[in-house]
Nanobody, 123 residues
Framework: VQLQASGGGLVQAGGSLRLSCAAS????????MGWFRQSPGKERELVAS????????FYGDSVKGRFTISRDNTRDTVYLQMSSLKPEDTAAYYC?????????????????WGQGTLVTVSS
């Protein structure tokens, strides 16, 4: 599967952004999907993930209550709605796909990756 992320940009603290990740290739609904982020000098961090059906989600502690992951299997797209953004949310955001079922897993468990989209939150 090929993944194409979009929607990053510059936003003020407290603002919102929605990231999208469009998939092509194998059947999108067969993949568990995730959003990761990475800032300079830090490891890639799982932000949120979602099961194939979209019924179960997982969030990293730093984004709980502020970010929402969703997917539209008819459009082969996964979204990350980000609200109440903070300067510490500044990072490159990556979407990823995996064949496995578990959603609370590290980056090494995701087989397919899109290019990053940069999110910058100014104070």
């Amino acid at each position: 599967v090929q993944l194409q992320a979009s929607g990053g940009g510059l936003v003020q603290a407290g603002g919102s952004l929605r990231l999208s990740c469009a998939a092509s290739g194998r059947t999108f609904s067969s993949y568990t999907m995730g959003w990761f982020r990475q800032s300079p000098g830090k490891e890639r961090e799982l932000v949120a993930s979602i099961t194939r059906s979209g019924l179960v989600t997982f969030y990293g502690d730093s984004v709980k209550g502020r970010f929402t992951i969703s997917r539209d299997n008819t459009r082969d797209t996964v979204y990350l709605q980000m609200s109440s953004l903070k300067p510490e949310d500044t990072a490159a955001y990556y979407c990823a796909a995996r064949d496995g079922v578990s959603i609370n897993v590290s980056a090494g468990n995701f087989e397919f990756w899109g290019q990053g989209t940069l999110v910058t939150v100014s104070s």
